[in-house]
């Protein structure tokens, strides 16, 4: 009965097992992490062992205290490589291609519903080609061209478009 007193009983408490390492790569992450804390002599019985095929086991370090905020530091370097692979935003229209739109429109007499009508296109698209919000589109850009009678893409833009003569 006086074995009862002496013996204690702790409830909770997980005992640590030591981890067999099964591949190659368990033994290479767990060698090159633990390199630091192992002594040349100790580095070179686990090298023996590996090499002979035996089992190898090892216990983790449990740490405590540590400042969990600095263990993981690559935080910066990760948003600065998403920094640099970041896409562009696409080109937006040329200001002169919404002012030489809108000139010859007001030319023609006509609204910006009756030129989208036209084109086959929203009221709202010919509003963003007029204020430079909008990404060219080429064949938009081609049917404007048409309705409007003046040149919206190349070198020479507000140009009047040559009207073929029919013979």
Same mark, same amino acid.
């Given at each position: 009965m006086s074995d009862d007193w002496d013996s204690k009983t702790?409830?909770?408490?997980?005992?640590?097992?030591?981890?067999v390492a099964k591949k190659d790569s368990e033994i290479n992450g767990m060698l090159s992490t633990a390199l630091f804390i192992l002594t040349n002599s100790s580095i070179l019985t686990f090298l023996a062992a590996r090499r002979t095929g035996a089992v190898v086991a090892t216990d983790k370090k449990i740490s405590g205290g540590g400042n969990k905020a600095h263990q993981g530091t690559d935080h910066q370097r990760?948003?600065?490589?998403?920094?640099?692979n970041e896409v562009a935003p696409p080109a937006k229209i040329l200001p002169s291609v919404g002012r030489a739109m809108q000139t010859a429109r007001l030319e023609l007499k006509l609204s910006q519903? +009756?030129?989208?009508? /036209?084109?086959?296109? @929203?009221?709202?698209?010919?509003?963003?080609?007029?204020?430079?919000k909008a990404i060219p589109n080429p064949q938009?850009?081609?049917?404007?061209?048409?309705?409007?009678?003046?040149?919206?893409?190349?070198? +020479?833009?507000?140009? /009047?478009?040559?009207? @073929?003569?029919?013979?």
């Open positions: 702790v409830i909770g408490y997980k005992r640590q097992v030591a981890k990760i948003a600065k490589l998403d920094r640099e519903k +009756d030129v989208a009508q /036209k084109v086959n296109e @929203k009221p709202s698209v010919i509003q963003d080609y007029e204020s430079s938009i850009l081609g049917k404007l061209e048409r309705v409007l009678g003046v040149k919206l893409r190349g070198s +020479d833009i507000g140009k /009047k478009l040559e009207t @073929k003569k029919a013979s």
